[in-house]
């Protein structure tokens, strides 16, 4: 199983990697982050994958841990922070589930929202089925 869903988060990123209509312009101007990850459902499973090119931690507003990069599963929702100003970011929030169930991803810098999409995810009966959504400064 964790050989599956290492599969599917690399084809993930492959694939978010490659579409251009969901990356945000880059931007000089460094800022403050917050990022919330959301999936909603029967019994959704969701990934959160966070870098940045600053060296900057990134805080988890829950347990209070720090990181400089993120990569954790969640069933429900996550909050991370950034420490300090960081102007080149990635996000990536991934969604699978068996049964229908909705991501959202909504990131704000500086207190301002800069980025705020849901995906609906439309199962395939009895096959983990993944969608995504991504923000990115960095080209």
Do not use: W
């Amino acid at each position: 199983m964790r050989k599956i869903h290492s599969l599917l988060v690399a084809a993930c990123l492959l694939a978010a990697s490659c579409n251009r209509e969901e990356i945000q312009p880059e931007t000089d101007k460094a800022g403050m982050y917050h990022i919330t990850v959301a999936v909603t459902g029967t019994s959704p499973k969701g990934s959160v994958h966070i870098y940045n090119l600053d060296d900057v931690k990134f805080r988890n507003e829950r347990t209070g841990t720090s990181a400089f990069s993120v990569d954790e599963t969640f069933t429900d929702k996550v909050e991370y922070s950034t420490e300090k100003p960081v102007s080149q970011i990635t996000v990536q929030g991934i969604l699978y589930s068996k049964e229908n169930a909705t991501i959202t991803l909504q990131i704000k810098k500086d207190g301002e929202s800069v980025f705020n999409q849901s995906k609906q995810l439309e199962a395939v009966p009895g096959i983990d089925t993944t969608v995504d959504l991504v923000y990115s400064t960095i080209k």
